[in-house]
């Protein structure tokens, strides 16, 4: 079956840094382009950051651009997000996300980022 494991979250104080990790399983890892998202508590889920199915092509929110860098390793089927600079505005739960089409896009469980102090 399908299964998208993060992995990589936790506590951190402002700028330092987290790498989360999203080991895919259970369909064509490389037909799918990768997001991460992420929901803080009383807010809507928001787009993070997106990857093409070759990682030729990458989009960042606007508030995390130049500190956090989406990548992907089609042959350990497995997105990364690195985050560097956190502020306590990116603590989040941080989903990934498999994105093949509207109709057609798996959720891993999520993983919580706290920035604090």
């Known amino acids: 079956q399908v299964q998208l494991v993060e992995s990589g979250g936790g506590l951190v104080q402002p700028g330092g840094s987290l790498r989360l990790s999203c080991a895919a399983s259970?369909?064509?890892?490389?037909?799918?382009?990768m997001r991460w998202y992420r929901q803080a508590p009383g807010k809507e889920r928001e787009l993070v950051a997106h990857?093409?199915?070759?990682?030729?092509?990458?989009k960042y929110l606007d508030s995390v651009k130049g500190r956090f860098t989406i990548s992907r390793d089609n042959a350990k089927n497995t997105v990364y997000l690195q985050m560097n600079s956190l502020k306590p505005e990116d603590t989040a739960v941080y989903y990934c996300?498999?994105?093949?089409?509207?109709?057609?896009?798996?959720w891993g469980q999520g993983t919580q980022v706290t920035v604090s102090s």
């Open positions: 996300n498999a994105y093949h089409s509207v109709l057609t896009n798996y």
């Open positions: 259970g369909f064509i890892f490389s037909n799918y382009a």
């Open positions: 990857i093409s199915q070759s990682g030729g092509f990458t």
